[in-house]
Every structure is written in structure tokens, then in C-alpha cells.
């Protein structure tokens, strides 16, 4: 079982700085650029919680520089950034003890190529740059909080922000992102889904889910201190504590051909007789709820395709939404303003949705 529960207590401790692997974001990446191989062109793109001693991110879109037309990089880095295995030794001027206590610093990439004339561009590229260009690498005046104004300056700037942030503050950096009308793409928990302040937004189509989701991530880095229970943690061949969870998704609204994918569908009598779910070939209709004039759907594959009328689903179906198939009607409530119930009993939280294909 993944270490869920342990994800859950890092958030409440605020112990929550856990990097992304460097495989999950060439992956997910590619998917956009696949949709729109022009998607990063001529953009300034914002890593805000992504310390360039260790984060992914950062690597990744600086390798990258110039294959996607980057105009600008820029990472910054909090105060006391609690991962301290220095993966990029790019800082070597830096006192010791600032590798326990990270100052706050922030770099900024305008340009990236053959610097030291190895012919090849890579991370040696990167420490070239922090070493003798002047400007590139800074410290910051304050504590680099994302909500600083010198951080919220930098956002202003950005067109793209991209990062995982921390679990603790994702309301809040989501807030933040919005209120500035960016383009982003971050990683969270499938409860985000639920937020009050997240759900209207997908149900407007201004967020959706990216492509990964759950298992399909190789997991997480987490600090030397976290402990590595469960038959989903482990250590690699580079000596990273990896912890794997099965409630991670991509948040964005940058655009991707999945999600315009219709979702294949049966019809409802070839999915009571033919399902793989046991409980649904057991019934002879769906159930209908106490409270709302909508059928229960458990299973997202048992969304029959000749129904007209509402249908509550599973959250984890955003991940195969397609806005052009379903219209997304409410979340988890009835008409009483209570949870959905069946027989006065409440599944787990549904999405309300419609099929806007019925008859075409």
C-alpha cells in the first residue's frame, strides 16, 4: 500500500518538500509538447519552490532551454529547505553549513549552451553559469516565500509556473497562481479535487487533470529523516529515498490531446451484463439517489453511453474528462444541500456529470 497516510502526516507537520523525479516531468512534459510543440516558446517560465541545489525542475527546463524556445528560467529557493542531499553541486562557494539551512537564492537562465566547450550541453553547463556569469545566481532579500513580494514580482513576470508545492500551503499557492492569471502546471493530491476553491475551477474547464495520475508516477524524493515504510518505499541506485503514493495528479491548464480523448463507452444493458464489476453485472439498473435525480456510477469504465439523464461518478473520472463528452454539473451535494446518499447511505464523494454526446 502507498505511504498515503504518511504523506497526510508530513502535510500536518509542514514536513512536505518532496522532489519530483526527474523521469515523471520529461514524461508529463512531453505530452504538451506533443499537443503544441511551440507550448514553452518565447515564455518565462517560473519554478518558485524549486531550490537549483536539488530540484528537478529546474534541471530539466535547463537542459531544455533551448529546445523550447525558453526566453527566461528562473528558480527560487526558500529558507531552510529541508533536502540537503545536494544532487547538483553547483554552489561550492557557498559556506557548509548552508547545506543543512539553505539561504534564500534564486537563479535566472536567459541563455543556455556549450559554455565550457566540453561540445556537449549539460549540468556542467549549469554550474559554468552560476560560476561566472554575474547576476545569475542571487540571494534573495527576504525569505522566499512564494506570497513574499519579491517572489509574487517574479510570478508577475513569469507566463508558466511549474513546480510541486508544498501540501501544506497548496490552497494558497493555488490562490496565488490564479489571481495573477498564469499558466501552470504543479503537482497535488487527488483531494485537491475536492477544495471548494479547486473544484469550480475544473467544472469551468480554467484547470484539469494532467496525464499522469496515480501509480503511473515513479514517486517522490523525500528527506534523509523520512522514514521508508511500505512495500512502495524505497531506496535507489543513487541513493534517493523514493516514497510512491497513489493519490498524485497533475493540476494544470496548459492544454494536451488526452483530454480530448472521448471516453469509450457501452451501453447500459451491455454494462449490467457485461462489466468486469462484479456488483454491477448483479444488478438489473443503476441506483438512484435519495436526494438528487441522478444514477450512482461506481466504477468511471461503467458509465453507460445511452443514458441522458445525470450520472454521479467517481472523482478520479477527471482524469479521463473530456469537456467536449461530458458536461461536469456538481459536486458531492444533492438538493437538500446534503451528500448524495443511496438507500440513506453516502458513497464516497461523486461528480455530477452529464454526456453531452447523448444521441449524436
Known sequence: ???????????????????????????????????????????????????????????????????????????????????????????????????????????????????????????????????????????????????????????DEADVIVTNPPFSLFREFMAWIMEANKQFLVIGNMNAITYKEIFPLIKENKMWLGLAFGRSFQGFIVPKNYPLNGSEARIDDDGNRIVSTNSTIWL??????????????????????????????????????????????????????DYNGVMGVPISFLHKYCPEQFEIIKFRKGNDDKDLSVGGKCPYFRILIKNKMYGK
Not at 56 to 64: G, M, R, S, T, V
Open 1 to 155: 500500500m502507498a505511504d498515503n497516510a504518511k504523506l497526510k502526516k508530513a502535510k500536518s507537520a509542514k514536513n512536505d518538500e518532496f522532489y519530483t523525479q526527474f523521469a515523471d516531468i520529461e514524461k508529463e512534459i512531453q505530452a504538451y509538447l506533443e499537443y503544441d510543440p511551440d507550448v514553452f516558446k518565447g515564455k518565462t517560465v517560473l519554478c518558485p519552490c524549486d531550490d537549483p541545489y536539488e530540484s528537478n525542475f529546474f534541471k530539466y527546463f535547463a537542459l531544455h532551454f533551448r529546445d523550447f524556445g525558453l526566453k527566461k528560467l528562473i528558480a527560487t529557493c526558500y529558507a531552510g529547505s529541508p533536502i540537503a542531499s545536494t544532487q547538483l553541486t553547483l554552489f561550492a562557494r557557498e559556506p557548509e553549513d548552508n547545506k543543512t539551512t539553505r539561504v534564500p537564492h534564486k537563479i535566472e537562465i536567459i541563455e543556455f549552451k556549450d559554455y565550457n566547450e566540453d561540445t556537449a550541453t549539460d549540468l556542467r553547463d549549469i554550474e559554468w553559469i552560476m560560476a561566472n556569469i554575474e547576476g545569475a545566481l542571487t540571494r534573495l532579500e527576504g525569505d522566499g516565500d512564494f506570497r513574499s513580494e519579491e517572489v509574487k514580482a517574479l510570478r
Open 252 to 305: 494544470t491548464n496548459l492544454d494536451h490531446g488526452r483530454r480530448h480523448e472521448p471516453l469509450p463507452l457501452m451501453t447500459m444493458k451491455d454494462v449490467l451484463q457485461a462489466s468486469k464489476h462484479k456488483e454491477i453485472r448483479e444488478k438489473s439498473s443503476f441506483d438512484k439517489y435519495d436526494n438528487y435525480d441522478a444514477i450512482e456510477i461506481p466504477f468511471t469504465d461503467a458509465i453507460p453511453s
